[in-house]
T-cell receptor
Framework: IAGITQAPTSQILAAGRRMTLRCTQD?????MYWYRQDLGLGLRLIHY???????GKGEVPDGYSVSRANTDDFPLTLASAVPSQTSVYFC???????????FGSGTRLTVV | AQSVTQPDIHITVSEGASLELRCNYS??????LFWYVQSPGQGLQLLLK??????LVQGIKGFEAEFKRSQSSFNLRKPSVHWSDAAEYFC???????????FGKGTRLSVIA
C-alpha cells in the first residue's frame, strides 16, 4: 500500500541520548517534511527537503538534523535529546502539482 | 510571513447540528488551502483542498469549505454533524512550488448527543 512509514511508533528516551526517527515513502514524492505537534501549538515545521540531496530549515530546527540521501528516506536525528523535544513527530511528503501532503502515522517521543 | 489563524480552540456541537470551523490566512499571493482532520492518536487526513476555480469545494465525509478572498478566509462547514466527526481539525495554507504548508493551531471538535 502506497504511503509513508514512520518508525518507531513510540519511544521513551533518556535525556542526552541520540535518536533517529525514520521515515520512508514509496510514492516517489520529491518533497518531504518533518513536523512536530504539541498541544495548543499545532504542527510546526522542523526541516524539509524539496528533492533528494537538498534540505532546508523550518520554524523550529534547533536540536534536529536531517539528511536526504535518496528519494524514499528522510530520517530525523536528535543528536542529544532534551525534555522539550517530547512531542509527536509527523513525516509528510508531497508530489508534483501542489497537491496536499500525505502524512505518516507519527512517532510519539518522550524524553525523560 | 505567512500565517494561519483558527480562532476557535474548542467547539462543542450537538449531533445533527450544523458546523462551521473558521480559518483565516495571511499572505499576499493566491494560496492553496487545505483542511485536515486528525482523530485521536492518528495521523492527519486530507478533507478537502482549494487551488483555483469554484470557491466552494466539496470534500470527504460530507464536508465543504468556501474560499473568500475578500475576507482571507476558508471556513469549513458541515450541515449535520455525526458523533464520528469528533476530532481535531487543521487548516493549512501553501503556495505553488515547494513552499512547505503552514498549519493553524487546530480546532478541537466535540460532539454531544
Amino acid at each position: 500500500i502506497a504511503g509513508i512509514t514512520q518508525a518507531p511508533t513510540s519511544q521513551i528516551l533518556a535525556a542526552g541520548r541520540r535518536m533517529t526517527l525514520r521515515c520512508t515513502q514509496d510514492m516517489r514524492h520529491n518533497a518531504m517534511y518533518w513536523y512536530r505537534q504539541d498541544l495548543g501549538l499545532g504542527l510546526r515545521l522542523i526541516h524539509y527537503s524539496n528533492t533528494a540531496g537538498t534540505t532546508g530549515k523550518g520554524e523550529v530546527p534547533d536540536g534536529y538534523s536531517v539528511s536526504r540521501a535518496n528519494t524514499d528516506d528522510f530520517p530525523l536525528t536528535l543528536a542529544s535529546a532534551v525534555p522539550s523535544q517530547t512531542s509527536v513527530y509527523f513525516c509528510a511528503s508531497r508530489g508534483q502539482g501542489g497537491l496536499g501532503y500525505t502524512f505518516g502515522s507519527g512517532t510519539r517521543l518522550t524524553v525523560v | 510571513a505567512q500565517s494561519v489563524t483558527q480562532p476557535d480552540i474548542h467547539i462543542t456541537v450537538s449531533e445533527g447540528a450544523s458546523l462551521e470551523l473558521r480559518c483565516n490566512y495571511s499572505y499576499g499571493a493566491t494560496p492553496y488551502l487545505f483542511w485536515y482532520v486528525q482523530s485521536p492518536g492518528q495521523g492527519l487526513q486530507l478533507l478537502l483542498k482549494y487551488f483555483s476555480g469554484d470557491t466552494l469545494v466539496q470534500g470527504i465525509k460530507g464536508f465543504e469549505a468556501e474560499f473568500k478572498r475578500s475576507q482571507s478566509s476558508f471556513n469549513l462547514r458541515k450541515p449535520s454533524v455525526h458523533w464520528s466527526d469528533a476530532a481535531e481539525y487543521f487548516c493549512a495554507v501553501g503556495y505553488s512550488g515547494n513552499t512547505p504548508l503552514v498549519f493553524g493551531k487546530g480546532t478541537r471538535l466535540s460532539v454531544i448527543a
